[in-house]
């Protein structure tokens, strides 16, 4: 099988081994480069995680797997625009499960509970992901409004902590009053403060 990195072609047999040994030349290479891994083409299909497993699952088959990587802008602008996008869904989803769990909780609101502390887990992770990139404060248009959404993120994160108590209580109205008064609020001053790119 070929491995396709940009204009360079590396030569690779059908085997377990060559699994590991692509995977550390796709490493190799991004570490040396100020581009960022995205994804593999394998005989054109996009695979988006489980590189190895994909490419065991079909190494009798493979021919050309094709690095894909994204310029550091490309990357920050993907991850800003995904943050953005979670943003506007998850402010009205809150309001609307507060009112729901104000009532009762039922199955449905236990997964969107679930739902969002998964949300504000992958919020927290894709702020240190950008927060390591090198050079961030000359890649964003004004890196005090980093520092207002880091702020605000952390505030996020600990109105969604203090929803444990109340959830092991069953105490329905502490948990709506939480998710209305300092989950949103704070989901709302993230929204505003979320950084551009310069």
């Not at 040396?32 to 994909?54: C, G, K």
């Not at 050309?64 to 602008?77: H, S, Y």
């Not at 506007?88 to 502390?117: C, G, K, M, N």
């Amino acid at each position: 099988m070929q491995l396709v990195i940009g204009e360079e072609l590396n030569e690779f047999d059908n085997t377990e081994a060559s699994i590991e040994q692509i995977i550390k030349t796709i490493e190799e290479k991004a570490a040396s480069t100020e581009r960022v891994f995205s994804h593999l083409v394998i005989d054109e299909v996009a695979v988006y995680d489980n590189y190895a497993d994909y490419l065991l699952d079909h190494l009798d088959q493979v021919r050309v797997v094709q690095a894909e990587f994204l310029t550091l802008e490309e990357f920050m602008q993907g991850i800003l625009l995904s943050t953005s996008e979670y943003l506007e869904r998850a402010i009205p989803a809150v309001e609307q499960l507060a009112a729901s769990v104000y009532s009762s909780v039922d199955t449905d609101a236990w997964q969107q509970i679930d739902q969002l502390i998964e949300g504000v887990q992958w919020l927290q992770q894709s702020f240190d992901t950008m927060d390591s990139l090198p050079n961030l404060a000359n890649r964003l248009s004004d890196y005090e409004q980093w520092n207002l959404y880091s702020q605000a993120l952390r505030e996020l994160v600990e109105s969604v902590a203090s929803l444990g108590e109340p959830l092991k209580f069953a105490d329905h109205v502490s948990v709506s009053d939480i998710m209305l008064y300092e989950v949103k609020p704070a989901l709302e001053k993230l929204h505003i403060n979320l950084p551009s790119l310069a």
